[in-house]
C-alpha cells in the first residue's frame, strides 16, 4: 500500500444505485468515534477497537443492551506507546484476545518502514512496546497471519525472512523461508484448511506459492492464469534505510466455505481480473482458473470480508461494493467512503474509514457451516470462567483480507449469551482458544469464555459464533 488516505478521491459513480436489483442496504452507526475510525478488529468479548484517524489513539464501539453497533456507544482506550502511530502494518487478534500490531510503511506519517510494534491487553487496557525479530531493520506493511499452532507469523517486506512471534514470551523466531520465489512486498497470506498458507506473488506475478509451517518449505502453484499483480508507477522511494522500488500492488484473497479462494487484482487494462484456487491433494496440486473482472473499475489494494451466506463482499477502486458468488461478481452499494470491511458477530459487516457504517446482506448461511456446541457448563457464576466445547468454533475461513497489510482476520470463536427474560445481550469475554485453524470440521475444539459481572442472571441462551455465524443456542442459567 503507498497512498495517503486523504487524498483518496473517489471516482464517478459508475453504476446507478437505481439499476441494482439489490435488497442490501447500509445503516449509518447513531454514535460516530470523535476521533474517527480506520482498521477494525473484533474483540473477543464483543467490541470493536478502532485506530483513529491521527493513527495514535484508539475508540472501542460497544453495542447497545440488545446487541445492536448500530445504536451503540464510543469509548476512547489506551494508545499506542509513545513514538509509534504507524499506518499500514501487521496486525492479528491473538488466541489470547490480545491484539498485535508490528510494523507500519508510515510511522508520523513518513515513509520509513517501521520495525517497532506494539501489543493490547483489553483487560487491563493497556499497549505494550513489542520488540522486532533479530536483525530486521524495517518490517513496514508485511504480509502476517496466526497459525493454527496461535503463533503469529510475519515476512519480511525487503527479502524472503520469515519470523513467529511466541504469544505466551513474547519472543521472536526465526523460520525457514526455503523455497520461496520473491521478497514479500505487498503480498498477502490467506490460511488454508490444511493449514497451509496461500500467497499469489506480486514481484514475480503471475506465479502463486504455498507455504507449509510444519516443513518451512514454499512450493510453487503455477500461474494464476488471470493476472492479479499491477506494477507500480511510482519509481523508487527513498527511506531511512535506502531506497525501496516497490513491485507493485494486488487485492484481497478470501477463503469461501466450499475451500476455493477468490483473489482479486489491482487495476489491469482498464480492468482489474480476479482467480479463483481450489486447493489439491497436496501442496503444489492446486489449480487456478479465471474469474469475473471489474467492470470499469478495479479492487486495487483493498479490503474484503466473508459474508454469512458464502459470498466474498469486496471494495473496488470506485468506492463500489460488489459481491462474488462463485460465478459472478455483481455491484451492490456504493457507501459515501468505506476503506475497511469486517464481519461483526451480527452478521452485518463494519465498513470504517469514513462514516461508520453497517452493511446488511440478504443471503444466510448453511446450517452445516455453523458451529456446533458439544459440551458445556449448564449453570454459571458472574465473574467465574468456564470451557466449551464444539465443532468449527474458528469458522470456515479467516473472514476478512487486504491486499498485504490490514490485516484482520476474524476466525476465532465468540460467546454470546442473551437474557430469556429481557431479551438482552451479552459477550463473554473468549481466550486462549485450542486453535487458531479455519474449517476444522468435525473435530472437538474449545476456548474459554468469562461470565460478564454485569450482566444479568436468570435462564439464559448462549450460542458460539464465529464470523458472523452463531451456533445452535444452549439453555444455560447465569447466577
Known amino acids: 500500500m503507498l497512498f495517503d488516505k486523504s487524498s483518496v478521491v473517489p471516482l464517478t459513480f459508475l453504476f446507478a444505485v437505481s439499476a441494482i436489483a439489490s435488497a442490501q442496504t447500509l445503516q449509518t452507526l447513531v454514535n460516530q468515534p470523535p476521533g474517527g475510525a480506520g482498521l477494525e478488529f473484533q474483540l473477543t468479548d464483543g467490541t470493536i477497537l478502532c485506530q483513529a484517524g491521527n493513527d495514535h489513539d484508539f475508540y472501542k464501539l460497544t453495542p447497545d443492551i440488545t446487541g445492536s453497533y448500530v445504536n451503540g456507544t464510543w469509548t476512547q482506550v489506551a494508545s499506542l506507546p509513545s513514538g509509534y502511530e504507524p499506518d499500514a502494518f501487521s496486525s492479528a487478534v491473538l488466541a489470547d484476545g490480545r491484539v498485535v500490531v508490528v510494523g507500519g510503511e508510515y510511522n508520523y506519517g513518513q515513509f520509513v518502514l517501521t520495525n517497532k510494534g506494539a501489543i493490547y491487553d483489553p483487560v487491563s487496557n493497556t499497549w505494550t512496546a513489542l520488540g522486532h525479530p533479530t536483525g530486521w531493520p524495517n518490517i513496514g506493511d508485511s504480509p502476517s497471519v496466526v497459525l493454527p499452532s496461535e503463533k503469529f507469523l510475519i515476512g519480511d517486506k525487503l527479502n524472503m525472512y520469515m519470523a513467529s512471534l511466541d504469544p505466551t514470551t513474547l519472543t521472536w523466531t526465526e523460520e525457514s523461508s526455503k523455497g520461496k520465489a520473491d521478497f514479500n512486498a505487498e503480498e498477502g497470506w490467506t490460511l488454508l484448511p490444511s493449514g497451509d498458507i496461500l500467497t499469489a506473488d506480486v514481484k514475480n506475478a503471475p506465479n502463486s506459492e504455498i507455504y507449509t509451517p ?3 518449505l514454499w512450493i510453487t502453484q503455477g500461474s494464476t492464469v488471470a493476472l492479479l499483480a499491477a506494477p507500480s508507477t511510482l519509481g523508487p522511494i527513498d527511506y531511512p534505510g535506502g531506497v525501496y522500488d ?10 469461501r466455505p466450499d475451500g476455493s479462494v477468490f483473489a482479486t487484482g489491482a487495476a489491469n487494462s482498464g480492468s482489474a481480473h480476479t482467480a479463483v484456487y481450489r486447493h489439491g491433494a497436496a501442496p503444489g496440486e492446486g489449480t487456478w482458473t479465471a474469474g469475473p473482472n471489474f467492470p470499469n473499475d478495479a479492487a486495487g489494494d483493498a479490503s474484503a470480508a466473508l459474508l454469512p451466506d458464502g459470498n466474498v463482499l469486496v471494495i473496488g477502486n470506485s468506492g463500489q461494493l460488489y459481491e462474488f458468488n462463485g460465478t459472478t461478481l455483481t455491484p451492490t ?5 468505506a476503506f475497511y470491511l469486517m464481519m461483526l458477530p451480527t452478521g452485518q459487516v463494519i465498513l470504517t474509514g469514513g462514516e461508520i457504517q453497517v452493511y446488511n446482506p440478504t443471503g444466510t448461511y448453511e446450517p452445516a457451516w455453523a458451529p456446533a456446541i458439544t459440551s458445556y457448563p449448564t449453570t454459571v457464576e458472574l465473574g467465574s470462567t468456564y470451557q ?13 483480507a487486504y491486499g498485504d497489510e490490514f490485516q484482520t482476520a476474524t ?6 449469551i442473551t437474557n430469556t427474560a429481557t431479551g438482552h445481550v451479552f459477550y463473554a469475554r473468549t481466550h486462549n482458544h485450542s486453535t487458531m485453524a479455519v474449517a476444522t470440521g468435525s473435530e472437538i475444539v474449545n476456548t474459554n469464555f468469562d461470565v460478564p459481572t454485569t450482566m444479568e442472571t436468570g435462564p439464559s441462551t448462549l450460542e458460539v459464533v464465529a464470523n458472523g455465524i452463531p451456533s445452535p443456542p444452549v439453555g444455560i442459567t447465569v447466577n
Open 388 to 400: 466449551i466445547f464444539g465443532t468449527q468454533f474458528n469458522g470456515l475461513s479467516q473472514g476478512a
Open 246 to 255: 516497490p513491485p507493485g500492488e494486488i487485492g484481497p484473497a478470501i477463503l
Open 214 to 216: 510444519s516443513t518451512g
Open 333 to 337: 452499494i456504493r457507501p459515501p467512503l
Open 411 to 416: 476466525n476465532y470463536p465468540l460467546v454470546r
